[in-house]
């Protein structure tokens, strides 16, 4: 939704919508006079998810008033799958499908680190928000031990029920902070979603995200890494020797990345998919590599 349309949504929130299913060219309209670009798409989705029609109006009236559409949902689709997406906590993108496509490969049995059992691999999932990526992965993998955390409080409550299906266990704190130190020495795969648009950046992005969504959850600092730089930093006394993490970054900052990794002791490589507009890079821990806490 562009500036200028938000602004109209602003006068436009409290129009008095129809409160029928028969009514959808009015909610396209009025969806598309507000800036959704897919608004049939969208007045499809609401009406299918409002259980009455005063609902739907109320839904209606969200869209048009600038929440983000997986917000008035309640609900984001990524990976095939429904995650549980409540008002105020990030919003999965299609672009970090790509980081679940290369966890999944990794944990195939004959390449999870030597110290782990190819039947449990441990994955951890930081900056989990939703806990979209930790939930793909468990359905895609199967049969691994699940950890995941998130500093915002409204995100760990979301990614409980998210991955409740998978038995993981999620925490609340800081990156690495509040995770047990039994994990330490023993991840085989560690994906670290986190933050990394420049500070500076922050008033470029699409009101949806920089209104709606958490800030910590978008802002990386000056240059976008300060995030990616400490979960670089920490990831090699938590991996286990052959194990690997897992980062989403932008191309322009794809070699500072790549930078900070090996200048950690790791050794980074990078998948990009043009199809999703997304790079990862992947880091592993060398299999012979000792660490001294």
């Known amino acids: ?49 409002a259980r009455t029609p005063q609902e739907l109006a109320a839904m ?33 993108r299609p672009r970090t499908e790509l980081l679940v496509r290369e966890a999944a490969k990794l944990l195939r049995p004959s390449k999870t680190p030597s110290s782990q059992s190819p039947h449990s691999p ?47 266990k999620v925490y609340e704190g800081d990156l690495f902070e509040p995770l047990p130190d039994a994990l330490r020495g023993r991840i085989s795969v560690l994906i670290a979603n986190a933050p990394y648009v420049p500070t500076h950046a922050i008033g470029l992005l699409p009101p949806e995200a920089r209104l709606h969504e958490p800030l910590v959850a978008l802002d990386g600092g000056a240059d ?40 950690s002791g790791l050794a980074p490589r990078v998948v990009r998919c043009d199809e999703l507009e997304a790079s990862t890079v992947i880091a592993t821990r060398p299999a012979r590599d000792v660490v001294r806490h």
């Open 122 to 168: 441990l994955v951890v999932d930081l900056c989990c928000g939703s806990g979209a990526v930790g939930a793909a992965l468990a359905k895609a993998v199967g049969g691994v031990e699940l950890h995941a955390a998130d500093i915002d409080p409204a995100a760990v409550r979301c990614a409980r029920r998210n991955l409740a299906e998978a038995c993981a």
């Open 1 to 49: 939704m562009s500036s200028t349309a938000a602004a109209k949504s602003e006068t436009s929130a409290d129009a008095t919508f129809p409160e029928s299913s028969d009514s959808d060219p009015k909610i396209v309209a009025a969806l598309r006079a507000a800036g959704c670009v897919f608004a049939e798409d969208e007045a499809r989705l609401l009406a299918a998810e």
């Open 224 to 263: 976008g890494l300060d995030v990616l730089r400490r979960v670089t930093a920490g990831a090699r006394e938590w991996l286990a020797p052959g194990g690997h993490l897992l980062v989403e970054s932008s191309d322009r900052q794809v070699a500072h990345v790549l930078d900070a990794m090996a200048a």
């Open 60 to 92: 209606v009236r969200r869209r048009v008033a600038g929440s983000p559409l997986q917000h008035v949902l309640g609900w984001a689709e990524f990976c095939g799958l429904r995650i549980a997406v409540d008002a105020g906590v990030f919003v999965p």
